[in-house]
């Protein structure tokens, strides 16, 4: 189970930091990722964290902005999102892929197995 929180309202160019808490199973065997899905859109691609730790991954849109991170003792995954733009208001949603390997990352939704429940994230201009 996945569970997000942390969203909210906020000003143009402020942060936030939403944090994804992992129950039920082994959070080390996954890859974790970050998507988001805009009114009227389609669910996209934000940022993705290997199960090491030590590889990241980010959409062109969110780079040098968004950081993704791990902490496996608390099994728990963070997006902290700073210098945001109304263009970033959306429902955010983790999720997370069984992975072999320690180092891979996924950018396409349909890699991941399990899903939250999501977020809102609401940029006011």
């Known amino acids: 189970q996945l569970v997000e929180s942390g969203g909210g309202l906020v000003q143009a160019g402020g942060s936030l930091t939403l944090s994804c808490a992992a129950s039920g199973g082994m959070f080390i065997s996954y890859a974790m990722g970050w998507f988001r899905q805009p009114p009227g859109k389609e669910r996209e691609f934000v940022a993705a964290?290997?199960?090491?730790?030590?590889?990241?991954n980010y959409a062109d849109s969110v780079k040098g902005r968004f950081t993704i991170s791990r902490d496996k003792d608390r099994k728990t995954v963070f997006l902290r999102m700073s210098g945001l733009k109304p263009e970033d208001s959306a429902v955010y949603y983790c999720?997370?892929?069984?992975?072999?390997?320690?180092?891979?990352?996924?950018?396409?939704?349909?890699?991941?197995?399990?899903w939250g429940q999501g977020t809102q994230v609401t940029v006011s201009s």
């Open positions: 999720a997370a892929d069984l992975q072999i390997s320690l180092w891979s990352t996924q950018a396409g939704a349909n890699e991941y197995d399990y």
């Open positions: 964290v290997s199960r090491s730790g030590t590889n990241v």
